[in-house]
């Protein structure tokens, strides 16, 4: 087994691209620029954001795609990442297959790794990382600019991470007949998040708002009508999902779609006499976008089925990692951010 | 008990300088630079960087200040931090406390908390932060540019949080005779460390490398040789000590004054020219500046003591947090960043 150094060097050091001092000094350096930086971390805790046997390739895939999720909802264009790196132990095979998934998707976003940290954990692993992304102050998609009458739009399909984790947890009152074949069906969409950073980028100057939806469609969305100072109705039957999530019983397929958390689809809100432009900036991204409701003056988010009832029973509005009240230690959940 | 978000908002949640967009959003946004933007992260693990009953505050002011360190270390400014939180329950007392500790320090130097991300932890406390700062390229202090002939020269005084960490960790065979004093003069160094951010700033243009002291001066001295090609050579009896660590056994005051980590002070190397100036950045920086040898050509670093005879027994060469031989898990010991 090799020291520290030798594997960090061995797994992590790569070149960095011209303009930037990537690993190996106190400090990496970012080129100058222009346009703002947008930045964005997050920590993921074994047995909390992820299982302890997971997939390590598929761990450096997310531990990545959940940053660069961020910068899609900004409307970033991705720079580059500084990652964290606490282990229980110095496992070459390990360390070999979670930097391949997570350069993998870096090489894909043009996103290099510049700096990082490794320590021991005697407690499990615990993986941060910051993102850095480029984007004129004026162009980001803030979560404060949704205004009555746009339209709310989500990208992609959700439930299906929801889906695939409630099943990898052995919950036994998910009512599917062939769990295998569902979690089959649904576990790439937790395991291997596609972070659609060129959506982000191609909604520029046209969506009014946008977050990344990694703790449910519901509280999410939330943040924008929050921040926006408005409310909304949403439509829970235009919602899209997967077969597996279609297949389930409404009130099942609803907490998935509606409440289910790590999904990393954009939900943003945009002009309704730019639905046009917005298809076409979905369609040059290579993803579905499909219109859910819009937003509405005052507080409050109304969700309606497509026969414009109130749809009741909603799932509660997100995890908090500190409930208030006490209770058993929940076992792995979405994250937060 | 207050849920996450409030707990966030009630002690995280400041107003973001002009320019910039804080906590809140996606991702923070730093302004357009037209320097380059140094970049440092560190990841802090219960029971591997600090105890578990260590005072809050102090952990809070240290947090930052060892991220401060390394922007120190390249002659970079600080500009704002990022702040990960894996946290084993919701604590008030606990944050405010941490709270308070971390923003006197970021106050004290103008680096204001743009992001973050909270979240549980089963095992313990982890805090990540990631810290920005600016610097001209061409001025940033890298490990790179000692040159034969450059006098190699330290800030403050070494040993003392070495020291104070052998005390806390009961090692039994320490020679003291009185150890709640000399814990009590040496104990501050190891908590509460002062990143030597002025006069990394004051060294641009003077300094021709820098290093911030977190392993041990032997192991990060070694550091600015190995990436600048040099050999060195290094009076033991120069580098300046505490009363306290003075006050040890010849061996033991070596050990650590030139192997003890966590000490924060810079070591840099500069042209024998430029010592006046030297000596007038370090007074201006309100830090004491001593020199300790010179860079040489070739490769080793040769330790002498104030007679020019060869050390014996030096420390060994910094503590590799995965070492390639098996044995018992190390407790408490300083980082390797």
Avoid at 51 to 59: I, M, N, S, T, Y
Avoid at 115 to 132: E, K, V, Y
Avoid at 301 to 327: E, I, K, M, Q, Y
Wanted: hydrophobic fraction near 45%; include cysteine.
């Amino acid at each position: 087994m090799a020291g520290e150094f030798e594997l960090i060097r061995r797994h992590f050091t790569r070149t960095a691209p011209a303009g930037m001092l990537g690993v190996g000094d106190d400090c990496a350096l970012l080129a100058p620029s222009a346009e703002a930086t947008a930045v964005s971390t997050d920590l993921l805790v074994e047995g909390r954001h992820f299982f302890p046997d997971v997939d390590p390739r598929a761990l450096g895939h997310k531990s990545l795609a959940v940053n660069l999720s961020d910068l899609a909802a900004m409307g970033a264009k991705p720079t580059a990442f500084v990652l964290g790196l606490a282990l229980p132990r110095a496992d070459d095979a390990w360390l070999s297959a979670y930097a391949g998934g997570l350069f993998a998707l870096a090489d894909a976003h043009g996103c290099p790794l510049v700096g990082g940290d490794t320590t021991r954990s005697d407690a499990g692993t615990t993986l941060s990382i910051t993102i850095f992304g480029s984007v004129p102050a004026r162009a980001a998609l803030r979560r404060s600019g949704a205004r009555p009458g746009d339209d709310i739009w989500v990208s992609g399909m959700l439930g299906d991470a929801d889906l695939a984790l409630r099943l990898l947890l052995g919950e036994p009152e998910v009512p599917v007949a062939d769990r295998a074949a569902v979690l089959a069906a649904t576990r790439r969409a937790l395991e291997w998040p596609e972070p659609r950073v060129a959506l982000g980028l191609a909604l520029r100057g046209l969506a009014s708002a946008a977050i990344d939806i990694s703790d449910g469609l519901l509280q999410d969305l939330g943040h924008i009508l929050a921040a926006s100072g408005c409310g909304a109705r949403l439509c829970a039957d235009d919602v899209p999902v997967s077969p597996a999530v279609a297949a389930l019983p409404v009130p099942w397929r609803r907490r998935c779609a509606l409440g289910g958390g790590d999904a990393y689809e954009l939900c943003f809100t945009a002009p309704a006499d730019a639905r046009a432009r917005v298809a076409d900036a979905a369609a040059r991204a290579g993803v579905a976008a499909t219109r859910i409701g819009a937003v509405q003056a005052g507080a409050g988010l109304r969700v309606v089925d497509a026969g414009g009832n109130p749809v009741p029973d909603l799932p509660r509005a997100g995890f908090d990692h500190f409930p208030s009240t006490a209770g058993p230690a929940a076992g792995l959940l979405p994250e937060t951010t």
